[in-house]
């Protein structure tokens, strides 16, 4: 006979130590340790509960060979938000998992109630609230105008609870929100702790996929995106939608960074607004707002250009702008907002030097729209054609985007992943992007004119068509 392993576990942090602890050497918390008892009947894939629902009634399909394979019709179902479902390839696949990510108050569980609204139209839909009463969800629904009867709720946190829920109404989809408060009454740890996430998404994931349920489960995630669960679920969902703030405070996007059914990094763009999220379905208007007149021309910006801040998923496009005005002082003033003001100084230094700018005899004010920060060097070349585009009175053309490092030589150097950038800023609606050169862009973009340049001057040249 096996003997029972006794193993001492953090309920904070998942810790294992074999002997007791009065503090955590992991997470440093005092009096978390609990004995494993149940650590052979625990590990993953192995629940007694789980395994008597599978096996009860509702029996699990027998492998069979599929001929129809080929054929990939997947059903799939609408969301009921135009863009969202472009994103998701024609809407939710049938049988998928769906991963939202997002830091608290982003506005997920609106965005899901909302969704489950549209939903539950047409499919039989059950939203399980781990986090509120019924009785939040009923003054966020009254707020939604949400009333659709269909839409069945239930406040539980329960795993076993859930999972039995879901056995005996079989709806077409699921949504939990959120997975770090679901709670497995097998397991020791406290909701929330990597161990609870992993077990409970595991279990829900897989008793899905034998019954062919539509899953979205709703992840917490702080800014660096490392608190227990969106990280450790990634790997095992078929899609990952990450939900974030855009550059003004109501606006919000929603970025697919994982899609086993669709495209990647296409975006979504909403708006909060005091009755729910709403699709902004052409966000470059919104983004560009302000350089748009009321006669709907384009105005041309003096001292702005749109640039980016991050890389890969994590870019994100904003406006910067810049105002370069004659001084008075016998030493220019240099004023920053949401850029580094060391750094401004060399870019300053450079466009001296490199184009013979007479910059000293200017007061120059750089800031990020929004009142964002960039916090790398990919806007370099943003902030020097601003500032440029000022200075000479010159405006660049309102739809263009530059990206780029400016070295002290006048270099401009790669950042990551200009592709997964470009087709944002496809998708958005910009018509010019002044990129570092690239090796191979792997993507054709339709009117999109990709300028690649090498030095400051070769951006200049292109952005003011010298
Ligand atoms: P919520 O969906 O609760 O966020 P999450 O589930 O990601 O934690 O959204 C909370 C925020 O959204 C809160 O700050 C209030 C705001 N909000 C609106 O602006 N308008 C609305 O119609 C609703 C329902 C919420
Ligand atoms: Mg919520």
């Known amino acids: 006979m096996l003997k029972n392993k006794l193993r001492y576990i953090c ?33 993953s894939g192995k629940n007694a509960f789980f395994d008597s629902l599978m096996n009860d009634g509702d029996k699990l399909k027998q492998p069979d060979l599929d001929d129809n394979f080929l054929a990939g019709d997947e059903k799939r179902s609408l969301s009921g938000f135009k863009n969202l479902d472009a994103v998701l390839g024609g809407g939710l696949v049938q049988g998928s998992v ?12 609106t965005l899901l109630l909302q969704l489950g609204h549209n939903m ?14 019924i009785k939040q969800i009923a003054l966020r629904a009254k707020r939604l105008s949400i009333n659709n009867a269909n839409l069945k709720i239930k406040s539980l946190e329960n795993l076993e609870e859930i999972l039995t ?5 079989n709806p077409d989809t699921v949504i939990i929100d959120s997975i770090q408060t679901i709670y497995n009454p097998s397991i020791l740890s406290s909701p929330g702790t990597i161990n609870q996430v992993r077990e409970s998404s595991n279990l829900i994931i897989r008793f899905a996929k034998a019954k062919n349920i539509t899953v979205i489960l ?3 995630v702080t800014k660096d995106g490392y608190v227990a669960g969106p990280k450790v679920l990634e790997h095992s969902v078929d899609v990952v939608l990450q939900f974030e703030n855009y550059n003004l405070n109501n606006l919000r996007v929603i970025k697919s960074i994982k899609n086993r059914f669709g495209p990647t990094s296409d975006l979504v763009m909403f708006n909060m607004e005091t009755t729910g999220l709403s699709e902004v379905l052409s966000p470059s208007k919104y ?12 105005s041309l910006p003096i001292g702005s250009i749109i640039t980016v801040t991050g890389k890969g998923n994590n870019s994100m496009l904003m406006e910067v702008q810049a105002l370069a005005t004659q001084t008075f002082y016998p030493n220019p003033k240099r004023v920053v907002n949401g850029f580094d003001y060391n750094r401004m100084l060399q870019i300053i230094a450079v466009l001296e030097k490199q184009l013979n700018l007479n910059l000293s005899k200017f007061d120059i004010y750089v800031n990020i729209v929004g009142g964002l920060d960039i916090n790398d060097t990919s ?30 030589t006048g270099e401009i150097r790669s950042i990551g992943f200009p592709d997964k950038i470009l087709k944002e800023a496809s998708a958005l609606g910009l ?20 300028n690649q340049v090498s030095n400051i001057k070769e951006a200049f040249n292109v952005a003011f068509e010298q």
């Open 218 to 220: 709703v992840g917490h």
């Open 287 to 298: 983004l560009l707002e302000h350089r748009i007149s009321d006669n709907e021309k384009i």
């Open 379 to 408: 806007g370099d070349v943003g902030v020097a054609l601003s500032i440029i585009s000022s200075y000479l009175n010159k405006a660049i053309s309102p739809m263009a985007l530059a990206i780029g490092e400016i070295g002290l």
């Open 431 to 450: 018509s010019q992007a002044i990129i570092p050169r690239v090796k191979n862009l792997s993507h054709n973009f339709n009117n999109f004119k990709i």
């Open 11 to 43: 309920t904070s942090c998942d810790f294992i130590n074999l002997g007791y602890l009065g503090k955590c050497p992991n997470c440093e918390s005092w009096n978390t340790f609990v004995q494993n008892e149940i650590e052979s009947k625990n590990q």
């Open 165 to 169: 829920l879901i056995n005996t109404l």
């Open 98 to 109: 769906i991963l939202l990510a997002g830091e608290p108050g982003i506005g997920k569980s």
């Open 120 to 133: 539950a139209k047409n499919n039989s839909l059950l939203y399980i609230s781990a986090e509120e009463s």
